[in-house]
């Protein structure tokens, strides 16, 4: 089983949709969660962090769930700039610092 | 403040062969994290740098290297480069270490031919 696991996609979606992602790890002792938004043939760029007590920043929700070991990315009122690839990153702090990224959710928002 | 900068842009080099690259990282920062990411893939953390000091590792060969300088701008040697080398190489800049956000700069694509 992969560290970190997404589902590929893509996830086809019209303009307005709600649109949910999920990404497992496998780790317990991992400790920070983000998602980060990567769109074609450029660099990763962070979404949001995501906490024990779930997030919000204006139409994307981030939520942890600790005891099934994953996190979700909710995006309300689908746009077409939202299309892009949704990573998820898991870190484990320990003696050193080993974050893991998963292969990535892509989104594909249509007129 | 200016974003994390890497060079070169791209990259042409066949099997064997040894390549340094390098990434500035953004003002402020101590920490430059590398990553390898393949096409269709999420990145591959290869090694952290804090400080001058290697401070985590991922899976990856010796022939993967690096130093971070007094400035904390960076470098990733590999040497006797291999066809799967072929990736887009990213750096990350951070002003602390594990939960701090993470700045990537644009990348590095090598191929190896």
């Given at each position: 089983r992969k560290e970190v696991e997404q589902d590929p996609g893509p996830f086809n979606v019209p303009e307005g949709a709600t649109v949910a992602f999920n990404c497992t790890y496998s780790n317990s002792a991992s400790q920070s969660f983000f998602w980060y938004r990567q769109d074609c043939r450029k660099e990763p760029k962070l979404l949001m962090s995501v906490y024990s007590s779930g997030n919000e920043d204006g139409r994307f929700t981030a939520q942890l769930n600790r005891a099934s070991q994953y996190i979700s990315l909710?995006?309300?009122?689908s746009k077409l700039?939202?299309?892009?690839?949704?990573?998820c990153v898991v870190t484990i702090v320990g003696g050193s610092y080993i974050p893991t990224f998963g292969r990535g959710t892509s989104l594909i928002v249509h007129p | 403040?200016?974003?994390v900068t890497q060079s070169p842009t791209h990259l042409i080099k066949t099997r064997g062969q040894q390549v340094t690259l390098r990434c500035s990282s953004q003002s402020g920062h101590n920490t430059v994290s590398w990553y390898q990411q393949a096409l269709g893939q999420g990145p591959q953390f290869i090694f952290q740098y804090y400080r001058e000091e290697e401070n985590g590792r991922g899976n990856f060969p010796p022939r993967f290297s690096g130093l971070q300088f007094p400035n904390y701008s960076s470098e990733l040697n590999v040497n006797a480069l291999e066809l799967d080398d072929s990736a887009l190489?990213?750096?990350?800049?951070?002003?602390?270490?594990?939960?701090?956000?993470?700045?990537?700069?644009p990348g590095t694509r090598l191929l190896v031919l």
């Open positions: 909710l995006i309300r009122d700039s939202d299309s892009a690839t949704y990573l | 403040e200016t974003g190489y990213l750096c990350a800049s951070s002003s602390g270490q594990a939960q701090e956000t993470q700045y990537f700069g």
